[in-house]
């Protein structure tokens, strides 16, 4: 396993091993010692095409995720919400499927959030901190100063995320 760093400090791919033969692969995750973070708990979740989760964070117990996707393909996103940063309101995407031979990881102060490209996906979340539903908020996927690239004009939202906050609200 490797780790290569993007052009948002925090932010990192992490290059996993995977193993093929005849029965079909295994896959090496996630390790300790590249990213010194306890994670508390793992959560995956299933999503049908054009399905976009987010763009999350918890204000008062922010949480570092390591983002594997399980099954299909997915657009992730990550938007720097840490408000002394050189980088706040940056974003940084990617394209994971389940032939990706990477995790994503993200660090405390951003924003996740994805979009499901193919027929359905399972994403696989390793999370440094438990849920805490009192201080979680959504980043608006169409925020005009953040300007995500997506390839979709109408994902299907939760009603939570259909009502997003604009990116003043976090600074």
Not at 143 to 159: A, G, M, N
Request: charged fraction near 30%.
């Amino acid at each position: 396993m490797k780790i290569k760093n993007v052009n948002i400090s925090g932010l990192k791919i992490i290059k996993t091993k995977m193993f093929f033969d005849g029965r079909g692969f295994f896959k090496e995750i996630f390790k300790n010692n590249l990213i010194k973070k306890n994670f508390k708990f793992d959560v995956m979740s299933l999503s049908k095409k054009n399905v976009l989760r987010g763009l999350h964070i918890q204000i008062k117990k922010p949480q570092a995720k390591v983002i594997t996707v399980v099954s299909g393909k997915i657009m992730d996103v990550a938007v720097d919400l840490r408000k002394n940063s050189k980088t706040f309101g940056k974003y940084y995407s990617l394209i994971i499927s389940d032939k990706s031979e990477y995790s994503f990881y993200v660090p405390e102060g951003f924003a996740h959030g994805f979009l499901c490209l193919s027929d359905k996906c399972i994403v696989h979340y390793k999370c440094s901190e438990y849920r805490h539903k009192e201080s979680e908020t959504t980043l608006d996927w169409r925020d005009q100063t953040v300007k995500i690239k997506w390839p979709i004009k109408k994902p299907i939202l939760s009603e939570k995320d259909k009502t997003g906050k604009n990116l003043e609200f976090f600074k």
